[in-house]
């Protein structure tokens, strides 16, 4: 298992190799504050709950091979905002 500052040297290598500005704002503004908000709340067993329809659909994604193209950041942070807001 890698320490922490072996983990943290890697993350500032990773976030320094990014030039692309905008995902640098994504993940500055949007993703990373949302990761660490939702890593330090406490879980209850509605959090790991997973209802039919979407194992179903979880079942459909893993048996359909992957044609698309990659999504943008915009559209990362669009997708992330409609699945935080699901039920």
């Given at each position: ?6 983990l943290?040297?890697?993350?500032y ?5 990014i ?18 908000e939702?890593h ?11 209802h ?5 659909g979880l079942?459909a994604?893993?048996e ?11 559209e ?12």
């Amino acid at each position: 298992m890698k320490s922490k500052e072996q983990l943290k040297a890697e993350l500032y290598k990773l976030i320094d190799s990014i030039d692309d500005e905008e995902l640098l704002n994504s993940l500055n503004e949007d993703i990373l504050p949302a990761i660490i908000e939702n890593h330090s709340r406490p879980f209850s067993d509605e959090d790991h709950d997973i209802h039919d329809h979407e194992i179903i659909g979880l079942n459909a994604a893993l048996e359909k091979p992957d044609t698309q193209e990659p999504v943008s950041p915009e559209e990362f942070k669009k997708m992330a905002e409609k699945w935080a807001n699901k039920e």
